[in-house]
């Protein structure tokens, strides 16, 4: 069964920590994504990666970075936490010439800043 | 611009209650439209892809069709387990990349 899979389900981080949320998948995907949802807001991307080392800015990519050195894995980074990016984040991948196959998810970290 | 609109953004049903949600788009040159379907806490499971108007996808208890501008996912005679939020989207195209540009999401709630 493919899987991408996020290391924590839940986290709860002080404000101005630097957080690491990891994320791996096993499909071979050229793609990966990283959204937070919030309520009533719904699914708003941060950033995202069509290949290794490259990564684009979503639509609110503000206080984040990432990194991806391998195919495999994404990393979303949180420079200094604040109160306001306590969230779900979601993982997703995808092939590059085959979107009909639709976005794999991960489970989802749920980050609470304090 | 892409968008999608999904409505009602919460509907209750009895169980066994058919309806229908919605799902309309404006895309530049639509490349498919996909249905995901995403229980509390959790990642969205994907369910189906529509790929060109008149299509029809069933899975169990749903049903999912599409038009030029608008797409409906039917529930037929639903379950509690049915209870769920369901989500659409459509892909974007942005620099050699593939996004998709996702709906609120409908919240249904099925009560025994």
């Known amino acids: 069964d493919v899987k991408v899979t996020q290391s924590s389900r839940y986290l709860v981080k002080r404000t101005g920590e630097k957080v690491f949320l990891e994320c791996v998948q096993d499909?071979?995907?050229?793609?990966m994504f990283w959204y937070r949802q919030d309520p009533g807001l719904g699914l708003r991307l941060i950033y995202f990666s069509y290949d290794v080392k490259m990564k684009e800015k979503g639509d609110i990519p503000e206080g984040y970075s990432v990194s991806r050195e391998k195919k495999e894995r994404f990393s979303l980074i949180l420079e200094s936490a604040s109160t306001n990016q306590t969230s779900m984040y979601l993982c997703?991948?995808?092939?590059?010439?085959?979107?009909?196959?639709?976005?794999?998810f991960g489970s989802g970290t749920r980050l609470t800043v304090v | 611009e892409d968008q999608v609109t999904q409505s009602p953004e919460a509907l209750r049903l009895q169980e066994g209650e058919s309806s229908s949600l919605n799902c309309s788009y404006t895309?530049?040159?639509?490349?498919?439209l996909f249905w995901y379907r995403q229980d509390p806490g959790k990642g969205p499971e994907f369910l189906f892809t529509?790929?060109?108007a008149g299509e029809e996808k069933e899975k169990e208890r749903l049903k999912a069709t599409l038009t030029k501008k608008e797409s409906f996912l039917h529930i037929t005679a639903p379950k509690p387990e049915d209870s769920a939020t369901y989500l659409c989207?459509?892909?974007?195209?942005?620099?050699?990349?593939?996004?998709?540009?996702f709906g609120q999401g409908t919240r249904l709630t099925i009560n025994p």
């Open positions: 997703a991948s995808s092939w590059a010439d085959r979107i009909y196959y639709g976005y794999t």
């Open positions: 529509l790929y060109s």
């Open positions: 499909m071979d995907h050229e793609n």
């Open positions: 989207a459509v892909p974007g195209l942005i620099q050699g990349a593939q996004k998709l540009v």
């Open positions: 895309v530049s040159g639509l490349r498919g």
